[in-house]
């Protein structure tokens, strides 16, 4: 059984930065996938970035391109996204996902095995 925990949520103001934390059990977390999705009150859950087993290998949503930064430390079995420049529309519970059925990054959330609890994310306008 894997358990991904999220932290690093929280209020900020628009144009601020957070980082995002993902902790994964699990003694295979280097060969898995790691996703993080987003879901905004009303709607759909939407993919925000993936990131590959090694690093090398990311993906994001136009949304984020050039704002966001998905990486992990496999010594640490935690992946992160940082964010920067935030907009109010950034505004969500923020999802982190573990995809151990390939090593590419695959953008849909039916893709995705196990699931953290989510961390909320406010942006201030």
């Known amino acids: 059984q894997v358990q991904l925990v999220e932290s690093g949520g929280g209020l900020v103001q628009a144009g601020g930065s957070l980082r995002l934390s993902c902790a994964a059990s699990?003694?295979?977390?280097?060969?898995?996938?790691m996703g993080w999705f987003r879901q905004a009150p009303g709607k759909e859950r939407e993919f925000v970035a993936g990131?590959?087993?090694?690093?090398?290998?990311?993906k994001y949503a136009d949304s984020v391109k050039g704002r966001f930064t998905i990486s992990r430390d496999n010594a640490k079995n935690t992946a992160y996204l940082q964010m920067n420049s935030l907009k109010p529309e950034d505004t969500a519970v923020y999802y982190c996902?573990?995809?151990?059925?390939?090593?590419?990054?695959?953008?849909?959330?039916?893709?995705?095995?196990?699931w953290g609890q989510g961390t909320q994310v406010t942006v201030s306008s």
């Open positions: 996902a573990v995809d151990q059925s390939t090593t590419l990054v695959f953008t849909r959330a039916v893709s995705y095995d196990y």
């Open positions: 699990g003694r295979t977390f280097s060969s898995w996938t």
């Open positions: 990131i590959g087993w090694s690093g090398g290998n990311t």
